[in-house]
């Protein structure tokens, strides 16, 4: 069955790094689409980041533009995403997302900018 797992979130500082990762089993990894979400307490989950099969181009939101990177390795069948500078409205937990069928999440990973 389809598979994802979140890792890499944990407690930081303003302004530091961090990697997320995504495992993801049980599925033509390549061929598909994989999103990063993310959910606030109190807040709507909203798309922070995505990067296509092929093509491998990548889609971000605004408030995350030329902080975050996401990447894939389909050897692996990994997806990553890069956290640079990051404030405390990044807060939340983040979960991996893949357009397989109808959409499968990971169970999310928590990310807390705190000082």
């Known amino acids: 069955q389809v598979q994802l797992v979140e890792s890499g979130g944990g407690l930081v500082q303003p302004g530091g790094s961090l990697r997320l990762s995504c495992a993801a089993s049980?599925?033509?990894?390549?061929?598909?689409?994989i999103c990063w979400y993310r959910q606030a307490p109190g807040k709507e989950r909203e798309l922070v980041a995505l990067?296509?099969?092929?093509?491998?181009?990548?889609t971000y939101a605004d408030s995350v533009k030329g902080r975050f990177t996401i990447s894939r390795d389909n050897a692996k069948n990994m997806v990553y995403l890069q956290m640079n500078n990051l404030k405390p409205e990044d807060t939340a937990v983040y979960y991996c997302?893949?357009?397989?069928?109808?959409?499968?999440w990971g169970q999310g990973t928590q990310v807390t900018v705190s000082s």
């Open positions: 997302y893949a357009r397989v069928h109808s959409g499968y």
């Open positions: 049980g599925f033509a990894f390549s061929r598909y689409a």
């Open positions: 990067i296509t099969s092929t093509l491998v181009s990548t």
